[in-house]
T-cell receptor, first 113, second 113 residues
Framework: KAGVTQTPRYLIKTRGQQVTLSCSPI?????VSWYQQTPGQGLQFLFE???????NKGNFPGRFSGRQFSNSRSEMNVSTLELGDSALYLC????????????FGPGTRLTVL | QQQVKQSPQSLIVQKGGISIINCAYE??????FPWYQQFPGKGPALLIA?????SEKKEGRFTISFNKSAKQFSLHIMDSQPGDSATYFC????????????FGTGTSLTVIP
């Protein structure tokens, strides 16, 4: 069974640009969560989607948004990039929101110059 | 505000020794406590998890000890091996609210041969 896949794996952008990251969950998994990982703050929850609906949202500015498609694939978008947005963005999938066993993808390393 | 506090930040253990990582939380509504292992370039992988109705859970060389009254839980790695060298994260969540996990800041474990 294929794991969680994230594309692209690496991305370099400049301040002010926007970026879209993609996540394909494990087949059959319908819940997708996104996390930001930085050396200083660790892993911080961004948002969770289930059945194309956002269920939970972390404490991030509105520049961070996401969506989920009918096939459970998810995208997150960051607009007006700032230097501090440089991080590893991790996607995790689970069967459903009440199944807390989450499986993480390898992440997308975003560098903002 | 860090909802889950983790210590130590780094740990060096001799092969065959016991590695102990501690976490503390404040929110008494948390009812699911997983530990994740992360190797460089990979996403976190679930190692072991516990719910507060038990005080200990063991899987192979990995044991979680849970102290509900002290709001603390810890990971013990028995007979530590060089292959255990990784970063370990504790986390907490509230089962019925979905997959919003609150992570500790991580412990970098090095097992010396």
């Amino acid at each position: 069974k294929a794991g969680v896949t994230q594309t692209p794996r690496y991305l370099i952008k400049t301040r002010g640009q926007q970026v879209t990251l993609s996540c394909s969950p494990i087949s059959g998994h319908r819940s997708v969560s996104w996390y930001q990982q930085t050396p200083g703050q660790g892993l911080q929850f961004l948002f969770e989607y289930f059945s194309e609906t956002q269920r939970n949202k972390g404490n991030f500015p509105g520049r961070f948004s996401g969506r989920q498609f009918s096939n459970s694939r998810s995208e997150m978008n960051v607009s007006t990039l700032e230097l501090g947005d440089s991080a590893l963005y991790l996607c995790a999938s689970s069967l459903a929101p009440v199944y807390n066993e989450q499986f993480f993808g390898p992440g997308t390393r975003l560098t903002v110059l | 505000q860090q909802q889950v506090k983790q210590s130590p930040q780094s740990l060096i253990v001799q092969k065959g020794g016991i590695s102990i990582i501690n976490c503390a939380y404040e929110n008494t509504a948390f009812d699911y406590f997983p530990w994740y292992q992360q190797f460089p370039g990979k996403g976190p992988a679930l190692l072991i998890a516990i719910r507060p109705d038990v005080s200990e859970k063991k899987e192979g060389r990995f044991t979680i000890s849970f102290n509900k009254s002290a709001k603390q839980f810890s990971l013990h790695i028995m007979d530590s091996q060089p292959g255990d060298s990784a970063t370990y994260f504790c986390a907490a969540s509230i089962l019925n609210t979905g997959n919003q996990f609150y992570f500790g800041t991580g412990t970098s474990l090095t097992v010396i041969p």
